[in-house]
Each structure stands twice: as structure tokens, then as C-alpha cells.
């Protein structure tokens, strides 16, 4: 398409026929290529990818459109910018809509890519396509099977025993969205359901658990540290050995170790090995009637603290090894397998739900940590005192200081942990809730684990030359069993070992899309790539992320996978640096108009497509930055996006029709002023784009925009002033605005093409500086009256402007005030 600037200039707007016009163009011309330049420097913008899971819908657009907008300043800025798209095709949220359609997830994912590639286009974005990737092509997923292999080999990926929802029924493992209810049942026959131990595949995230509670040098918001911090739950203290009365050790950690002569009882887990062998024959119908319930249970329920407290006596004995005293050991569903080793000292003086157990069952309290002034007696306490004191009941240790210090740093807890070192029979250490990330998946509609069993040589990886282990696409039965369907397909699963190459099975579990979603930043460096994930150029040119936006839903899954990967590739020299993305932000949500979320069962989902339709992609684009900030959300106004559309039309007018008669003004204040408002607004919305403000950039230039109206009026069109605020005007709303501001840029100012490979306009400081300033002026802390003053005023001028205020006159009543402070030049304080 060839577009000069002597076509003719259709004046009409007409968002609808010049959008698709320029897109065109755009990717005719690969406006937004990306491409390795050593002269400038590089930005990644990255956006998450979506699943691709039906058709675009406003919390897409909400998502995607403010960083394009961004990535496009960051452009005019002069950096060279690669924002790509792609799709997330692999998992649930993909294989969940297909048996609802009835359709198989390749089929289906496959023909909503096409449908949304072709609605992110209508956008506007500058997305460069030619790097687009998708997780369930095989010239992907091929490298998602390799660094599992490369994981494997780094004895970072290995299989054990894992707890599965099982139905004994139907003899099956169960997908954790397949057991409905609090009553825990299948949701295909009713039977309940039970907790059942299966072989899976895992990555060792843990060895990272303490690198990834460091985020120095990155810009993250806040809470997603926190709540990763809170997630990986690393806590100091002690490993402590108690032994049963066979001699059978019971490996606890406390992080109170200072509390061990306070150990009246113990609790295991119902899932403890040594459960079965410490309980006496009386016991033992009780003990497993208790674990069967118990395995009815997900962890929240079982560790929820307003649960009521249960529990079985096994019979048996473990030995408090710091006083040799003889104490019980039940078993109570709030302790789990899953955290620490599945057994605990409990110690009811000081713990309130050990408490609250001992005195349901009539166990003995005995208080260690006397806080001062009063004095513990374990018969009549009634809550555990959980705080400072000092240590009794305690052998040598009596009369130590306990603080509420954690680890080392109290004293009580420093000497009992040296105490347990030297006498053997304990030791310094850390726990923490995070555990290894389980990837095993019984889907089909995932990357195949790139492993066979041989029953010689065990589990192997697939060699490299093999890759990727594609997925049959005749399988007769991919709907969920509960088991992978893979097993059911009569010859994929079968292989040959490659150390003997004998007959060999394929593992027929899937990975964790999360795995697939965790280096794709990295495959959109080459995405055609065939001889490695990505080329060691584009990586070194690119990474890392400098932005990076999405959903904070993600905080302890995806953006903490995609740091440990990260990591682990660094480590095995793949990747440099410690993380993968340099900053973070996190957009709200759209919600629906009456507060609710959005949900197509409700029927209040907002399509995009219709308001595009009617008003154009740049009102929408506006609107979108426009009615909420970004980083929090709103619900929706349906109503609201006719002013974004109003002031799309009056910019419109402003630059294609000329002004009524109105003769050239030779006011210097007018041409003063405009410039003033023109570099201002600049400066404000330069801020703005650095720091996500989206919604005061529309703000801005709706303000800018009444201000040059006005000008207008006065007579500034036809100045220089006119026309350089007309030209900045229109690229400061060329990342909002694209199509538009190309339209007018091009066609209307009579400007090269393109807009968007112009340079960001630099702010003129004293232009933008205020001749005037207004100041509040306080009585006696209330704001009483404001003052004009120059700029350039000095405290003594601000001071004397003040008090010659005929309001503030009134309040003195001719009485001499006793103080006046002029803060900063900002306000004058007055004390009567």
C-alpha cells in the first residue's frame, strides 16, 4: 500500500477505514520487527502470554493494550523494543474446553489461535508476530522435553512417590477440579474419595529456596515478594531426635528448640511409616479408621486453626532425649507429611493448638517459659503463653532468657541448639513450607515426559536425536480417566531402551504447563530455531526482561517457576544473571458493571470486538487506560467510553479542520501560556508512561486538549507555537492512539511515516515553569485563604503576600501574629 501525503484527505472520522488501512501497512512494512541493533539500546517489554482457551475478551485487551502503549514510549524513546505474543496452548484451561465442546483440544486450540491472532491484530499492537510462539507446537515443546532431559541429568528432575486423590471405584487417580464437594467425592460414580500414593515426576525447586527469597535488583511490587517469601515459609531452628521405645528414630523440627523439657506428648501424621509399627493391637482399629478419614481430607481443611481438634492414641512411646522422659505419641490430622517430617514434639504451655489438644485429652502441660511477673502452673493455665520469658523447668538451662527473637538471635534458643550439638542428638537447621514442584500431569493435552523404563536399566531420557516425542494425534480416548490416555493408545507408548535397546515404555504422564510457560520468554528470542531453545546472540542482545506484565494471581506459581528455571539454567550455564526479569507490574481486574467478575455463565462478559466495531480501537485502547488505574481495576462503565470516544472526535476536529476566522494573535502571553500547557503536560505524561499512570496520561491530554481549543480561539493557530504544540500533541498520543495519531501524522500534518519511528519530544524546562505560583495559607492548622505569588518569590515576598490577605487580615483582627513559618515555599503556617 502506498500512502502519500497528496492522497486525498477524507476528513470524515472514520476510525473503521483507516485502522485496518495502517495495520496493513504496518505488517507490510515490518514496522514492529525486532532485530538485533548494537547502536541502540535494547528494551524487552514482555506481556504474559493467554491461554487460548475461546475469544478475546476485555480483561485481554485490559492487559496487553496499556504496556503496548508503554513499549511504544519506550520506542519513541529511543530504544530498540521487542514486545512479543504468543500462546500458551498446553494444559487444563485448553484440554477443559475441549471435552465441553466436544472437539479435540489440537483441533480446538488450534482454530481459537487463528480466531485471536486475527483479534489481537484488530489492537493495534506493535507486536512483532515473526517471533510468536506457541507451547503445544512440537518445535517448541521439543525444547521443553530437552530441558527436562538437561534438568534429569543436573539431578534436578527425579520421580518418587507422590500423595494423588485416588477413587477406589474406578481404580484411578483423579485430577484435583475432578473431586466435588466438602464431601470430597468423584465426580463420576459418588464414590469418596481417598488419598493414595503414586510414582510422579518432580523438579528439586527447593535447592532454591533461599536464593529465591532474594530479590535484590529487581523492581517487584510489594506483595508478590511477599507472598513468595510467605510460600517458600523458611524457618530457623532445630533437628531433633527423639527415638521410640524399640529404638526406632523420630526426626522433628522445632523452631523453638528452647521448649524441648515442655515436650509432654507427640503427634504424627496419619501417613507416618512408623505409625503402623508403634501402635499396640488395641489401638489399632482406632488408628486406622482415624487415617481413613483423615485421607478425606485436602491440607487446608486438615490444618485449618478453627478446626476442632482430633486426634488418636497409638499405644505407643517415644523418649524425650534432653530429660529421658517417657512421652505418648497420637496421631492428629494437623499434622502433614507434606511440611517438616511428619512429626512434631508437642509442647501445650507454650503452642496454642497443642493446648488446645492436651486439654481435650487430658495430657500433661508443663510450662518451660515463665514470663515475668507471673506464674505458670500447667493445671490451671488457660491458653499457652507463646512470648518471651525466662527458662524453667529446664535442667542446666533454668533462668536463660527466652526473647521473641527468632533463631540464633535468642539466647535461649542459641544455647539449647549448641547443647544439642555437642551432646549428638541434634542440630542447627531451616526448614521451609515450599516443596519440590510436582510436573507429573495424567492429560493428554500436554508435553509428553521425555523418559522410557527399561526393566533392566530403569528410567531413561529419551536421546536427544529422538526429540521431540510428539503427541499421536489418532488417540481414541483423550478425555480425562484419571489416568494419562496416553497409556490407552495401542503403540505410542512403546520404545526402546537406549543403553540396551530392549523394549522400553514411554512415560505417559505430561508435563506441567507451568514448565512449558517458564522459558518462553526465551524461545521468542528464535522461535524457528532448530538446533538449540534459543541463539546465544539474541540472548545476549535481549535478557533479560526489562518489563514484565500480567496478572498477580501468578505470584506463587508461574512467577516463581520462571525464576527458579531461570536459575537452574544459569547454573548449568545456559542462562547469566540471577533473574529473568528485571521488573514487574501487575495490572487489576475488569469487573463486570454490577461489581462481580466476569464469567460467560453470567452473560456479563464485555466483548471488545463489538465496541471496536462502533467506536475503533483506539477509543477502545483510550477508554481502557482511561477509566481505572491500571494497576487496580474497576468495574466496568459501559456508559463511560462515549467521553473517550468525544474526545477522540475533538482531537479529530482540531487537526483536520481549520479555525473560524480568528485573526493571528500577537499576544505573547497567549503564545507563552500554550507553551507553557504544552510542556508541562509533557512532562507530566513522560512520568506517567514510567511509572504505569495510564489513566492521568489520558487525563492529560483531554486537559491539553481543552487548553488548545481555547488557544485556538484566542488567535495562536498559525504560530510556531501552534504547530509545535500540535506536533507533540500527536506523538504524545501515539502509544495511546496508534492509528489515529498515524492517520493525522501522515495525512494531515503532512509529516514522514511513520509516527511511530519518530522520537519522543524532549521537555522544555523553562518553558513548563510557572510564572505564578498558588499558596495555601493556614490559620492555626485550617486552610483560610490562598495567595498568588511569582515563581520566583522569596520567603520573605511569600511571608509579606500572606499577611496582606484582606481574608487573612479578618482573622488577625489587627493582632500581630505569634508565628509565621513559610514551609518550603509551598505554605505559610500562621499562629494566633
Known amino acids: 500500500m502506498n500512502t502519500?501525503?497528496?492522497?486525498?484527505?477524507?476528513?470524515?472520522?472514520?476510525?473503521?477505514?483507516?485502522?485496518?488501512?495502517?495495520?496493513?501497512?504496518?505488517?507490510?512494512?515490518?514496522?514492529?520487527?525486532?532485530?538485533?541493533d548494537e547502536s541502540k539500546p535494547k528494551f524487552y517489554a514482555l506481556t504474559m502470554l493467554p491461554y487460548p482457551s475461546g475469544d478475546l475478551h476485555i480483561g485481554h485487551w485490559f492487559s496487553m493494550t496499556p504496556p503496548d502503549a508503554r513499549a511504544r514510549f519506550k520506542r519513541m524513546q529511543g530504544y530498540n523494543v521487542m514486545f512479543p505474543m504468543g500462546f500458551d496452548a498446553f494444559g487444563l484451561p485448553a484440554e477443559g474446553a475441549a471435552i465441553k465442546h466436544n472437539i479435540h483440544p489440537k483441533i480446538w486450540t488450534y482454530q481459537n489461535i487463528e480466531r485471536m491472532e486475527k483479534q489481537m491484530r484488530s489492537m493495534g499492537a506493535m507486536f512483532d508476530w515473526e517471533r510468536e510462539a506457541i507451547s503445544s507446537d512440537p518445535q517448541y515443546y521439543r525444547w521443553s522435553q530437552w530441558f527436562f532431559i538437561q534438568l534429569y541429568k543436573h539431578g534436578l528432575a527425579y520421580r518418587k512417590k507422590a500423595a494423588v486423590d485416588w477413587c477406589p471405584k474406578d481404580n484411578t487417580t483423579l485430577a484435583r477440579e475432578q473431586v466435588k464437594g466438602e464431601d470430597r467425592v468423584c465426580d463420576r460414580c459418588g464414590t469418596p474419595v481417598i488419598k493414595k500414593e503414586l510414582e510422579q515426576w518432580f523438579f528439586k525447586a527447593t535447592k532454591y529456596a533461599d536464593?529465591?527469597?532474594?530479590?535484590?535488583?529487581?523492581?517487584?511490587?510489594?506483595?508478590?515478594?511477599?507472598?513468595?517469601?510467605?510460600?517458600?515459609?523458611?524457618?530457623?531452628?532445630?533437628?531433633?531426635?527423639?527415638?521410640?521405645?524399640?529404638?526406632?528414630?523420630?526426626?522433628?523440627?522445632t523452631t523453638r528448640p528452647d521448649t524441648l523439657w515442655g515436650a509432654t506428648f507427640m503427634v504424627m501424621s496419619p501417613e507416618h511409616p512408623l505409625v503402623e509399627k508403634i501402635t499396640t493391637p488395641e489401638n489399632k482399629q482406632a488408628v486406622s479408621e482415624y487415617k481413613a478419614q483423615a485421607e478425606k481430607q485436602t491440607d487446608i481443611q486438615r490444618e485449618a486453626k478453627d478446626k476442632e481438634k482430633t486426634g488418636v492414641f497409638t499405644g505407643g512411646y517415644a523418649i524425650n532425649p534432653v530429660n529421658q522422659e517417657r512421652i505418648p505419641i497420637w496421631v492428629a490430622d494437623y499434622v502433614?507429611?507434606?511440611?517438616?517430617?511428619g512429626a512434631i514434639m508437642a509442647v501445650p504451655a507454650h503452642d496454642q493448638r497443642d493446648f488446645e489438644f492436651a486439654r481435650k485429652f487430658g495430657l500433661k502441660i508443663v510450662p518451660v517459659i515463665q514470663p515475668d511477673g507471673v506464674e505458670l502452673n500447667g493445671d490451671t493455665m488457660e491458653h499457652a503463653h507463646e512470648h518471651e520469658g525466662v527458662m524453667i523447668n529446664s535442667g542446666q538451662f533454668?533462668?536463660?532468657?527466652?526473647?521473641?527473637?527468632?533463631?540464633?538471635?535468642?539466647?535461649?534458643?542459641?544455647?539449647?541448639?549448641?547443647?544439642l550439638e555437642q551432646k549428638g542428638i541434634g542440630k542447627r537447621d531451616v526448614n521451609y513450607r515450599y516443596r519440590d514442584w510436582l510436573i507429573s500431569r495424567q492429560r493428554?493435552?500436554?508435553?509428553?515426559?521425555?523418559?522410557?523404563?527399561?526393566?533392566?536399566?530403569g528410567w531413561n531420557p529419551v536421546p536427544d536425536e529422538q526429540l521431540p516425542v510428539v503427541l499421536p494425534d489418532d488417540i481414541a480416548e483423550w478425555k480425562p480417566t484419571g489416568e494419562s490416555p496416553l497409556k490407552f493408545h495401542p503403540t505410542w507408548k512403546d520404545s526402546t531402551c537406549p543403553m540396551c535397546g530392549e523394549y522400553a515404555m514411554r512415560e505417559t504422564d505430561t508435563l506441567d504447563t507451568f514448565m512449558c510457560s517458564s522459558w518462553y520468554h526465551m524461545r521468542y528470542l528464535s522461535p524457528h530455531n532448530d538446533k538449540a531453545p534459543f541463539d546465544d546472540n539474541e540472548y545476549n542482545y535481549w535478557m533479560p526482561v526489562d518489563t514484565y506484565t500480567g496478572g498477580s494471581e501468578h505470584a506463587t506459581m508461574h512467577l516463581l517457576y520462571v525464576r527458579f528455571f531461570h536459575k537452574a539454567l544459569r547454573d548449568m550455564g545456559m542462562t547469566e544473571g540471577n533473574e529473568p526479569m528485571m521488573q514487574l507490574r501487575n495490572q487489576g481486574m475488569v469487573l463486570a458493571e454490577d461489581n462481580s467478575k466476569m464469567s460467560k455463565s453470567k452473560g456479563n462478559v464485555v466483548a471488545p470486538d463489538v465496541l471496536v466495531q462502533k467506536y475503533g480501537a483506539d477509543t477502545v485502547r483510550a477508554y481502557l487506560m482511561f477509566f481505572a488505574r491500571w494497576q487496580q481495576g474497576a468495574p466496568w462503565d459501559s456508559n463511560g467510553i462515549e467521553g473517550t470516544a468525544r474526545w477522540m472526535r475533538r482531537v479529530w476536529t482540531l487537526f483536520t479542520d481549520s479555525a473560524s476566522s480568528v485573526p493571528t494573535t500577537d499576544s505573547a502571553d497567549v503564545k507563552k501560556n500554550l507553551r507553557r500547557r504544552v510542556h508541562?503536560?509533557?512532562?507530566?505524561?513522560?512520568?506517567?508512561?514510567?511509572h504505569f499512570e495510564f489513566n492521568t496520561i489520558i487525563s492529560s491530554l483531554m486537559e491539553l486538549m481543552n487548553d488548545m481549543y481555547k488557544a485556538r480561539e484566542a488567535g495562536a493557530e498559525n504560530t510556531s507555537e501552534w504547530n509545535e504544540a500540535k506536533e507533540i500533541y500527536i506523538k504524545m498520543m501515539a502509544p495511546v492512539a496508534p492509528h489515529i495519531a498515524e492517520e493525522i501524522w501522515t495525512n494531515h500534518l503532512g509529516k514522514p511515516y511513520s509516527i511511530h519511528q519518530q522520537s519522543w519530544p524532549q521537555v522544555d524546562e523553562v518553558a513548563a515553569k510557572d510564572d505564578s505560583i498558588e499558596i495555601p495559607v493556614q490559620i492555626n492548622g485550617k486552610v483560610r485563604d490562598r495567595v498568588i505569588v511569582a515563581a520566583e518569590a522569596s520567603e520573605e515576598e511569600i511571608r509579606t503576600a500572606a499577611l496582606a490577605s484582606e481574608t487573612i487580615q479578618k482573622y488577625l483582627e489587627g493582632k500581630e501574629p505569634k508565628k509565621v513559618i513559610v514551609a518550603k515555599g509551598r505554605l505559610v503556617s500562621i499562629v494566633i
Not at 400 to 417: C, E, F, R, S, Y
Not at 444 to 457: K, L, S
Not at 680 to 690: G, P, V
Open 211 to 253: 536464593e529465591l527469597l532474594n530479590f535484590e535488583g529487581i523492581d517487584w511490587p510489594d506483595y508478590i515478594k511477599t507472598s513468595q517469601t510467605n510460600w517458600i515459609g523458611r524457618s530457623e531452628g532445630a533437628s531433633v531426635t527423639f527415638k521410640t521405645e524399640a529404638g526406632d528414630p523420630i526426626e522433628i523440627f
Open 4 to 36: 502519500t501525503n497528496n492522497e486525498i484527505k477524507d476528513k470524515s472520522f472514520n476510525p473503521q477505514a483507516f485502522e485496518p488501512k495502517w495495520q496493513a501497512k504496518w505488517e507490510a512494512d515490518k514496522l514492529y520487527r525486532a532485530v538485533i
Open 398 to 419: 533454668n533462668g536463660t532468657p527466652a526473647t521473641n527473637d527468632k533463631g540464633l538471635k535468642n539466647p535461649a534458643i542459641k544455647a539449647v541448639i549448641e547443647y
Open 444 to 457: 493428554f493435552w500436554g508435553a509428553p515426559i521425555p523418559m522410557v523404563y527399561c526393566e533392566t536399566h
Open 680 to 690: 508541562q503536560t509533557l512532562k507530566s505524561i513522560t512520568h506517567d508512561f514510567e
Open 336 to 341: 502433614l507429611m507434606s511440611y517438616g517430617t
